[in-house]
């Protein structure tokens, strides 16, 4: 009788650990599946920078998005008049690491090495980049941005 008891309760203890690994699991893959969408936003705004298409980049970001840069803080429309001379050649992004926020929404950092024109002058950069997106009225937006100079590793 003794052992019944026994080994009914390590059943209960494996049904209750196998069920918590299943939900961490799902958890898991749900959160994936949002840095993955997440990714493929900031991806695409990148790609709009490199095309050259700044209604998709304006499009993309949010009416009240803060960008900050070297330069400090700006608005949408400041950021979308500074983008209007700027353009990507090339870019490449490394170290990709995300914090989910909520089911809609979710900042990601990333060094982002990149390759253009602004201004007229070519330009070389690597930097740390941080984008907070979120979903609204089911279309994603990033509501706030920021770049900071990466440093150049002693060789």
């Known amino acids: 009788m003794r052992n019944h008891g026994i080994r009914t309760g390590f059943l209960i203890l494996l049904t209750v650990a196998l069920g918590s690994a299943q ?24 790609e709009a920078l ?23 803080p700006a608005t949408k429309a400041e950021v979308i ?10 870019y490449t992004i490394e170290d ?11 900042l990601i950092i990333y060094t982002l ?16 980049v941080s984008s907070l997106w979120l979903k609204r009225g089911g279309k994603w937006l990033c509501a706030f941005s920021q770049e900071t ?3 150049q590793s002693a060789k």
């Not at 949002?34 to 705004?45: F, K, P, S, V």
């Not at 490199?50 to 330069?71: H, I, Y």
């Not at 990709?96 to 979710?106: C, E, K, L, M, Y």
């Not at 090495?113 to 740390?128: D, L, N, P, Q, Y």
Request: aromatic fraction near 6%.
């Open 81 to 90: 008049s500074h983008t209007a001379e700027f353009r990507l050649h090339d």
């Open 149 to 151: 100079a990466a440093k």
């Open 23 to 46: 939900s961490n699991r799902s958890a898991q893959s749900g959160e994936n599946a949002l840095r993955d969408q997440i990714l493929a936003q900031e991806r695409a705004g990148l």
């Open 96 to 106: 990709v690491r995300f914090v989910p926020v909520s089911a809609d929404s979710g």
């Open 113 to 128: 090495t990149e390759t253009g024109a602004s201004h007229g002058k070519e330009f070389s950069a690597r930097v740390h």
């Open 50 to 72: 490199k095309m050259g298409d700044l209604p998709a980049f304006a499009a993309s970001t949010a009416e009240n998005a803060v960008f900050v840069d070297a330069q400090g």
